[in-house]
């Protein structure tokens, strides 16, 4: 059994079964699903999510593996990805208590939680109107910049999100939000994975999925060329040569992907 608790659920939970209070937290339940429970909670005023993982089966567990999906099996992949980020440095959730027993995978008890961060906006719901009303250029490149940086910390510290999209990005909005004062935060880590080092292919499935979820909010080649430096931090010259298969298959696929929705356009 692993178990760390810290306030206020060390001394709310002071002499009784984590495991068992975690499933009597009440609030806005976000998912329900038979092997995962996401909610959000209050105690003493302050937001807090929770993550309950119940296990997922050895049947869901064949089918994950069948297909090449690697299964989320429990709270200790947010865990430990958020806990290598806090380590390198990219701004995510705080965890304020994990927990995980059983051995058998297929039935592992788990559950995490974070503090809610908020007041923020997600920078899909920040950008939306990107293409009828541009943002301040320099505002534009500061968050450009902060998003590469951010990504290719996390892939040099060795973890991978499975779920990148600019939606995961958190603006902090307790303040005005300026080209030269802003705070980012990535989320959602459930399914990240965490090694010594991020293989090639898992980064750059990340790469599409933060590229694919972004092409419709009207980025420049200038835009594009300027997260490519600040996320490889080489000249622009040696990362076009080296990583010109990647971009190349990039762009073929996002051509198609954009083909595919306006074909469902049309058919509307």
Same mark, same amino acid.
């Given at each position: 059994?692993? +178990?760390?608790?810290?306030? =206020?659920? $060390?001394?709310?939970? %002071?002499?009784?079964?984590?495991?068992?209070?975690?499933? *009597? /937290?009440?609030?806005?339940?976000?998912?329900?699903?038979?092997?995962?429970?996401?909610?959000?909670?209050?105690?003493? #005023?302050?937001?807090?999510?929770?993550?309950?993982? *119940?296990?997922?089966?050895?049947?869901?567990?064949?089918?994950?593996?069948?297909?090449?999906?690697?299964?989320? +099996?429990?709270?200790?992949?947010?865990?430990?990805?958020?806990? &290598?980020?806090?380590?390198?440095?990219?701004?995510?959730?705080?965890?304020?208590?994990? @927990?995980?027993? @059983?051995?058998?995978?297929? $039935?592992? %008890?788990?559950?995490?939680?974070?503090?809610?961060?908020?007041?923020?906006?997600?920078?899909?719901?920040?950008?939306?109107?990107?293409?009828?009303?541009? =943002? =301040?250029?320099? /505002?534009?490149?500061?968050?450009i910049a902060a998003v590469a940086r951010?990504? #290719?910390?996390?892939?040099?510290?060795?973890?991978?999100? &499975?779920?990148?999209?600019?939606?995961?990005?958190?603006?902090?909005?307790?303040?005005?939000?300026?080209?030269?004062?802003?705070?980012?935060?990535?989320?959602?880590?459930?399914?990240?994975?965490? &090694?010594?080092?991020?293989?090639?292919?898992?980064?750059? $499935?990340?790469?599409?999925?933060?590229?694919?979820?972004?092409?419709?909010?009207?980025?420049?080649?200038?835009?594009?060329?300027?997260?490519?430096?600040?996320?490889?931090?080489h000249p622009l010259r040696e990362i076009?040569? $080296?990583?010109?298969?990647?971009?190349?298959?990039?762009?073929r696929k996002a051509e198609k992907l954009?083909?595919?929705?306006? &074909?469902?356009?049309?058919?509307?």
């Amino acid at each position: 059994m692993r +178990l760390m608790l810290s306030e =206020p659920f $060390k001394s709310l939970w %002071h002499g009784t079964d984590p495991f068992v209070e975690v499933e *009597r /937290l009440q609030g806005q339940v976000y998912r329900e699903l038979e092997g995962r429970r996401t909610l959000r909670t209050e105690v003493n #005023g302050r937001g807090y999510f929770v993550k309950i993982h *119940r296990g997922i089966g050895w049947g869901e567990i064949a089918k994950n593996l069948l297909t090449a999906k690697a299964p989320v +099996l429990g709270a200790g992949q947010e865990w430990r990805a958020i806990q &290598r980020l806090h380590e390198a440095g990219v701004p995510t959730m705080t965890a304020v208590a994990y @927990g995980e027993r @059983g051995g058998n995978p297929a $039935k592992q %008890h788990s559950f995490i939680i974070t503090e809610e961060l908020a007041p923020t906006i997600s920078l899909e719901d920040f950008s939306a109107n990107w293409l009828e009303q541009p =943002p =301040p250029p320099a /505002l534009k490149r500061a968050l450009i910049a902060a998003v590469a940086r951010m990504a #290719g910390t996390m892939h040099r510290a060795g973890v991978n999100h &499975r779920d990148f999209y600019i939606c995961h990005f958190l603006l902090h909005t307790d303040k005005p939000v300026t080209a030269s004062d802003f705070r980012l935060s990535l989320i959602d880590l459930h399914r990240a994975q965490t &090694r010594t080092q991020t293989p090639r292919r898992w980064r750059d $499935k990340d790469l599409a999925g933060l590229y694919f979820s972004a092409l419709e909010i009207g980025l420049t080649r200038g835009d594009k060329l300027r997260f490519l430096r600040d996320y490889f931090q080489h000249p622009l010259r040696e990362i076009l040569r $080296k990583e010109a298969g990647m971009l190349a298959w990039l762009q073929r696929k996002a051509e198609k992907l954009q083909a595919r929705k306006q &074909r469902y356009g049309d058919a509307l």
